[in-house]
């Protein structure tokens, strides 16, 4: 009997001992995270007081087109070529960390400081629904944007759903990484993040051999040799996480009846094998355009279009590379072409749009 009292007693001692641990993790888990959420909420919050860095306008003409994208965008259109073959100013709003939540938030200010544009001219990426726009990026066009997501009810770190669950501090690990991240630049140190969408992975078979230039006083590498094996990247589909938000985009401009051009820059040969599911991509991107009445698609991410195999006209790309950048010969190659083709559209849509002689 007393043999079994005391194994009583232990089993007793492990149950409230477990009982007293998983409390105790979880007070801490959910203490910590409220303190990092106050002063995340509270480093983000004194960012808002700056004023938006609204920027003149490139180029000159009747009208203004609109750029939206991200650091793709940003190299790959040209903003003289562009102004000069349209006839219209160029405002470009394209860079990393930029995905459509924040181009959402971004046009609803950016028409009431400038008014509709006349166009608007949206660069796609292969990873558009799979990555979030910066916070430091967005913080300044929607003040609330960071605390809503900094809602443990709403997040969840793919890298283990289940401890997600569980911990709070783990779920919003992400969020907070880029916090940190944030600040840490803010102080003055060297922020070594790149963009999300370019954690790009080396072929691990074969020692690639690179093409170097210089692009805009960066070094230019491209893979030109197709590797025995690479890490290949599958597509994220729609909506993914701001998906829902390029939807809303399109339906506010179809009601300020702006003609959008979706559009699919070129990528060098070794990142669209790279990117291996472009057709799920651009069927996800004809059924959102479908939903909308001025959008049209225009695809020069394909070698009837756009040649996909000259090295020379990208910064970057090949195999194991899902990032992939024009070159400023490319850009301008690129952006004429792309002119000529909204050219024919405007003005094919014009004639429709006359009135037939009685």
């Known amino acids: 009997m007393a043999g079994q009292d005391i194994q009583t007693i232990k089993i007793k001692k492990f149950i409230w001992g477990s009982l007293c641990l998983a409390v ?3 007070l801490f888990d959910r203490l910590l995270f409220l303190a990092l959420r106050f002063g995340a909420t509270q480093y983000y919050a004194s960012l808002k007081v700056q004023e938006f860095p609204w920027r003149k306008p490139a180029g000159a003409g009747i009208g203004q087109i609109l750029i939206l994208g991200t650091s793709r965008s940003n190299f790959g ?3 003289d070529v562009l102004s000069a073959a349209l006839n219209k100013k160029v405002y470009k709003e394209a860079r990393a960390g930029c995905y459509p939540q924040y181009h959402y938030y971004f046009y609803r200010k950016y028409k009431k400081i400038f008014r509709p544009p006349s166009l608007v001219i ?6 558009i629904f799979e990555n979030d726009s910066s916070d430091l990026n967005l913080v300044r066009l929607e003040e609330n944007v960071f605390r809503e997501r900094m809602n443990p009810r709403r997040a969840v770190n793919p890298a283990s759903p289940w401890l997600s669950r569980v911990s709070w501090l783990y779920r919003l690990k992400p969020k907070t990484d880029e916090w940190l991240a944030d600040l840490w630049n803010s102080l003055g140190k060297p922020d070594e993040r790149e963009e999300s969408a370019a954690k790009d992975s080396s072929p691990r078979h074969a020692l690639p051999r690179l093409r170097r230039g210089r692009q805009r006083g960066m070094p230019r590498e491209v893979i030109v040799e197709k590797p025995l094996s690479w890490d290949k990247r599958f597509y994220n589909t729609f909506p993914g996480k701001e998906g829902p938000f390029l939807d809303r985009l399109l339906g506010d401009l179809d009601g300020d009846g702006v003609a959008v051009f979706l559009v699919f820059l070129p990528d060098y040969i070794g ?16 059924r959102l355009a479908t939903r909308h009445h001025k959008v049209h698609i225009i ?15 990208y910064w970057n790309g090949g195999w194991g590379v899902t990032n992939c ?8 190659l690129f952006t004429g072409q792309l002119a000529r083709e909204i050219r024919k559209i405007l003005k094919a849509g014009q004639t429709e749009n ?3 002689n009685p």
């Open 24 to 26: 105790s993790f979880f």
């Open 77 to 79: 259109f040209d903003d």
């Open 122 to 127: 949206y660069g796609l990426d292969y990873f």
């Open 271 to 286: 990142s669209n094998e790279t990117n291996f599911e472009q057709e799920k991509f651009k069927k996800d991107i004809s």
């Open 299 to 313: 695809d020069f991410n394909t070698p009837e279009k756009f040649d996909l195999n000259d090295f020379d006209l």
């Open 325 to 332: 950048h024009l070159d400023d010969k490319g850009a301008r």
């Open 354 to 356: 006359k009135p037939s």
